[in-house]
């Protein structure tokens, strides 16, 4: 369907214009807006879904228009398996988080769906980009709302939390900006499909590879990088943390596998077993710290740094098991910790405290909310039968395939990931009411059931049959796979062909 790439790109950038524009004291009408635009682009993304087919190879949809043409960049979009489950969490995350800012967003409330709606478009641009140019413009537009709905709709450390986000992920995207820069000058084109088959010499791999890895390691973010997201999510609105870890964390392990693999494919395999290495710390880091929060949303926060580190894990894994888990386990972690953050920020409204101590006996005041819990932070930890476990199964039989070593590490971050999770649930949920205001607390109200319920159903869908998404994402991990390895073994052979002719210059 042409001009559908298109739609999905722009429908919320034109929506938050419109918003804007909308007359002040018409905050009912820009809720029901912006809600009305992001359900438009959901259900666009499920035609996407349902149109693609998932046994043809290379991108579909695609779309080229010439943009700048004497600097060689173009609007160049187009998705394969990978990108498109991404923009469905995307637009699915949009819809849920603005409808769950429906009361507790009470001032500035035009700006702020506005914001909403102009992030959606960074971030769907993100994944459908193939133009290098084209992805750095998306990639830096979303900063922008995210700043705001950080430092206007945040905590009490709201500027401070959104600045250091801000200065993150720019310093990143500089070095990022320097690499594009070089290939376009270099090659004269910055169109992905044509610098993937380009030659590289081995020092210039190496220092490009780095410059895209930074970024992308800092969003996703890769321990030791991750200190700017804690203070990220604690002070984010509740929309703010849920689209943070559902979708802006991905755009790191997308960039990875986009950009990072098959562009240097030879220093993608001299960095592994040091990326690897990172990830596996990053797995017990985040899980040993998590463990010893005393703020529930600070908990789900480092839990974030422990379950990116087992998709960074399965990607540098080098194989069909580890990559697939990866990519799973991307649309895995955008719907149960989105969920987590949107429980956190019901039980905000209610009791306004997130201190784990503050809590107890939630079960018995408000049971339904209790449940949706219980089914979250088990999704969470990776329960059989639960979306969980096919990633963290997945990536772990290719993690043991590449290093039995690391396998053996992340193995235990699992069985932390229960240690801190089931620890939380137990003292927030379970025993007796110590607190007499938690007795009297409402229960879920029939908008925050519509909220949580697509997540639940979605969670035990992909747990129980998660062939629908592994057909969709199969081909394209596959050739991801193959593209590395005959470019590795193609560059090695111009390498040693170049060291062969100086020795004989010599």
Not at 257 to 271: D, M, S
Not at 306 to 313: A, K, M, N, T
Request: hydrophobic share 55%; net charge positive; with cysteine.
């Amino acid at each position: 369907m042409p001009g559908l790439l298109t739609g999905l790109i722009f429908i919320p950038l034109i929506g938050g214009v419109l918003v804007l524009l909308f007359g002040r004291g018409r905050d009912g009408f820009s809720r029901v807006f912006a809600l009305a635009v992001a359900f438009v682009n959901l259900l666009l993304s499920v035609l996407l879904y349902a149109e693609f087919r998932a046994g043809v190879p290379g991108m579909q949809f695609v779309e080229r228009v010439e943009w700048v043409g004497q600097f060689g960049i173009s609007y160049f979009v187009g998705i394969d398996g990978i990108s498109l489950l991404l923009v469905l969490v995307t637009t699915l995350l949009t819809f849920l988080a603005i409808l769950a800012s429906w009361s507790s967003i009470t001032s500035r409330v035009r700006e702020y769906m506005a914001s909403m709606l102009l992030l959606e478009t960074g971030m769907v641009g993100v994944f459908c980009a193939l133009d290098l140019f084209l992805f750095y413009v998306f990639w830096e537009a979303m900063l922008i709302p995210m700043y705001l709905l950080i430092g206007v709709w945040g905590g009490e450390r709201r500027i401070y939390a959104a600045v250091k986000f801000v200065l993150f992920t720019l310093a990143g995207s500089l070095l990022m900006l320097v690499a594009i820069v070089y290939l376009g000058l270099q090659f004269g084109t910055f169109d992905l499909m044509v610098l993937q088959k380009m030659t590289y010499l081995h020092p210039q791999q190496h220092w490009l590879f780095l410059a895209f890895f930074l970024s992308f390691a800092i969003k996703v973010p890769l321990f030791p990088l991750h200190t700017w997201l804690p203070d990220a999510h604690v002070e984010a609105p509740t929309a703010g943390s849920v689209i943070l870890a559902g979708v802006l964390l991905k755009m790191g392990t997308y960039g990875l596998i986009r950009f990072c693999l098959p562009l240097f494919p030879l220093a993608a395999l001299y960095f592994t077993p040091y990326i690897m290495a990172l990830s596996v710390v990053g797995i017990v880091y985040g899980a040993l710290v998590a463990m010893v929060q005393t703020d529930i949303k600070k908990l789900v926060a480092y839990s974030s740094v422990s379950h990116l580190g087992f998709v960074v894990l399965g990607i540098f894994a080098m194989n069909a098991q580890g990559m697939q888990g990866g990519i799973i386990q991307m649309v895995n972690h955008g719907l149960s910790t989105g969920a987590l953050f949107l429980i956190v920020g019901m039980i905000y409204e209610r009791r306004h405290t997130r201190l784990i101590a503050d809590f107890g006996g939630l079960a018995r005041s408000i049971p339904v909310f209790a449940t949706f819990f219980l089914i979250t932070t088990l999704s969470s930890i990776g329960l059989p039968g639960l979306n969980g476990f096919v990633g963290e199964f997945l990536i772990l039989l290719g993690t043991f395939k590449a290093s039995k070593v690391y396998g053996v590490i992340a193995a235990s971050g699992v069985v932390l990931a229960a240690v801190y999770m089931l620890w939380m649930f137990q003292r927030v949920v379970w025993g007796e009411v110590k607190d007499e205001r938690n007795r009297k607390l409402p229960d879920l109200t029939l908008r925050e059931w519509l909220i949580l319920t697509p997540l639940v159903i979605l969670m035990f869908w992909i747990g129980v049959y998660p062939g629908a998404l592994l057909k969709k994402t199969e081909l394209s991990a596959k050739l991801v796979i193959e593209q590395v390895r005959i470019r590795q073994i193609e560059s090695l052979n111009e390498f040693l062909a170049t060291v062969r002719k100086d020795e004989k210059t010599r």
